[in-house]
């Protein structure tokens, strides 16, 4: 049987939080997640926190892409990257006792690359198409425009992944003016997981991430400042139709929620698992799919940020039946905002959700990844009896107050067609 994990934290000498999950697994995790996303990006240059993590495989002041690419895949591991709106994450899964190696290649590329003239026009080229690739995907891309213009005016707004315009803008100059501004002690924290003890763990970590720089001890070259980010403001509701030409017509419907801070987070997240989650039982599933045969697919889900948060709700069906599926959808949330549930519906509910976290928790490198974004925003991770209880003492009034955020005359609706 596995051991539970054991979760500690410490600093480094340079001021940089570590977390250590001790676990009886002989597959290692070790990486960075930093608080610098799409949100962050230099002014104009949508796309730029992307395409750092993109380009920081290129070439540090040690290494050739070449080496980089060879150095953790040559002990059968992976080195794997992601952007968000709000973070980056750098990391690698490896076998048992390579850690020093991931440790040492991980400090590498955050801390010395060098963004080659050469690797940053080839790379150029692959965003491009990678662009390209979701405009060609209608069910993407409306998700995309819906976040432009429920977030308007805000740098929330804008596609991760930019456009072809700032693409062009991008040179190593600016890359490295990025890793200067944002990759430092105060905005990381370097995370571990696997079965070597904390202290070793700790060694190690000093020996390669002491070297990340200390924030405010460097200014890009360039002069740029990092803004700080303001709360972007709330706008009217919307209700949009763009003609595509398209066969299947795709419909976003999404409001403001609390951020990743509220305690309503809770009970919003649960509500919006019950309505639109993974499970087959879903409210929306057996409304829109199982009774009616209106859609293929529907789901519901929450995007909390650190001073706001997202709630939407997709579904494709014919365009001739998207009315008649958002009269479905209103009614449902209609209910939900103005009738409690009841004792015996929630406990159901509860226990639906509870064995939903626990076999998603199954998932180690997702868990991974989860605890240090809980670390980076929150400052420790909340654990699996924590949240129990947590998740237990929701009550109907919760609830209640959860779904008059859901309303329908709060939703902004997008369809393309």
């Not at 794997?80 to 899964?93: F, G, L, M, P, R």
């Not at 590498?108 to 692959?126: G, W, Y």
């Not at 070793?200 to 070259?221: C, D, H, L, W």
């Not at 670390?375 to 009034?397: C, F, N």
Request: net charge negative; charged share 25%.
């Amino acid at each position: 049987m596995a051991m539970p994990p054991v979760i500690t934290y410490f600093e480094l000498s340079n001021g940089l939080r570590c977390v250590h999950c001790l676990t009886g697994a002989a597959v290692e995790y070790c990486g960075v997640s930093v608080d610098a996303g799409s949100r962050d990006d230099f002014p104009g240059m949508d796309g730029l926190a992307h395409f750092v993590e993109h380009t920081i495989f290129k070439g540090t002041t040690h290494r050739r892409s070449w080496h980089i690419i060879n150095r953790m895949e040559s002990c059968g591991g992976e080195l794997n990257a992601y952007t968000t709106k709000e973070s980056t994450v750098v990391y690698s899964v490896f076998p048992y006792g390579n850690f020093a190696r991931a440790a040492e290649l991980i400090s590498d590329l955050v801390c010395n690359s060098v963004f080659p003239q050469k690797e940053i026009d080839r790379e150029r080229e692959v965003v491009a198409d990678e662009i390209s690739s979701y405009l060609d995907m209608p069910s993407e891309a409306v998700f995309d425009d819906f976040e432009d213009l429920i977030f308007a005016g805000s740098p929330l707004g804008h596609n991760i992944l930019g456009n072809e315009e700032s693409l062009g803008k991008f040179t190593p100059e600016v890359c490295r003016d990025y890793l200067t501004a944002y990759y430092n002690n105060k905005r990381m924290v370097m995370f571990y997981a696997g079965p070597m003890p904390s202290e070793k763990v700790r060694r190690v970590a000093e020996r390669y991430f002491a070297s990340v720089p200390v924030a405010g001890a460097a200014m890009p070259v360039s002069g740029i400042d990092v803004l700080k980010r303001g709360k972007p403001s709330v706008r009217p509701c919307f209700d949009e139709i763009r003609d595509l030409g398209i066969h299947q017509a795709h419909t976003v419907m999404g409001a403001r929620i609390p951020d990743m801070f509220s305690p309503e987070r809770h009970a919003v997240a649960m509500l919006v698992n019950m309505l639109g989650g993974p499970g087959m039982n879903s409210l929306l599933n057996v409304a829109l799919r199982e009774k009616r045969g209106l859609v293929y697919s529907v789901d519901a889900s929450t995007s909390l940020l650190t001073d706001t948060g997202l709630f939407t709700l997709y579904f494709g069906c014919d365009a001739d039946d998207v009315e008649r599926c958002r009269d479905v959808v209103s009614g449902i949330l209609s209910d939900l905002a103005s009738h409690p549930i009841s004792n015996v519906r929630l406990d159901k509910v509860k226990r639906q959700y509870l064995g939903q976290i626990a076999v998603a928790s199954d998932n180690r490198e997702n868990a991974v990844l989860s605890m240090a974004r809980s670390v980076l925003y929150h400052g420790a991770v909340v654990s699996p009896s924590e949240r129990t209880e947590i998740i237990k003492s929701i009550t109907p009034d919760d609830m209640l107050r959860a779904a008059s955020y859901l309303a329908p005359e709060r939703l902004s609706v997008l369809t393309f067609r």
